[in-house]
């Protein structure tokens, strides 16, 4: 099975820009399809971003269309998610996950996708 480790969280000021990528070991990314989420303090993990397992095909949740950019590159085993016009309703956990179940893009709940990662931690300030 696959192991993901995500990277590139931090603190950015309202406007700014992040560049999440989560690093697949143990099995190759191109087996998986691949979702980003993100969670805060109350609320449920929710989906965010998706993509199919050639990144031919994506998906964005309406409240970060135009802003966020999901790639993958199946050479590196190493998903992206490039955060642009980042607003304080972006702060959360953002965890990246794995489905290799299917070969399309997989919008649903934290509950269709069976690998994760341990997340990082992305905080907009005003």
């Known amino acids: 099975q696959v192991q993901l480790v995500e990277a590139g969280g931090g603190t950015v000021q309202a406007g700014g820009s992040l560049r999440l990528s989560c690093a697949a070991s143990?099995?190759?990314?191109?087996?998986?399809?691949m979702g980003w989420f993100r969670q805060s303090p109350g609320n449920e993990r929710a989906l965010v971003s998706a993509?199919?397992?050639?990144?031919?095909?994506?998906w964005y949740t309406d409240s970060v269309k135009g802003r966020f950019i999901i790639s993958r590159d199946n050479a590196k085993n190493t998903l992206y998610l490039q955060m642009n016009s980042l607003k304080p309703e972006d702060t959360a956990l953002y965890y990246c996950?794995?489905?290799?179940?299917?070969?399309?893009?997989?919008?649903?709940?934290?509950?269709?996708?069976?690998?994760w990662g341990q997340g990082t931690q992305v905080t907009v300030s005003s």
């Open positions: 993509i199919n397992w050639s990144g031919g095909c994506t």
């Open positions: 143990g099995r190759t990314l191109s087996s998986y399809r």
């Open positions: 996950a794995a489905d290799d179940r299917g070969r399309g893009v997989l919008i649903g709940t934290s509950g269709h996708y069976d690998y």
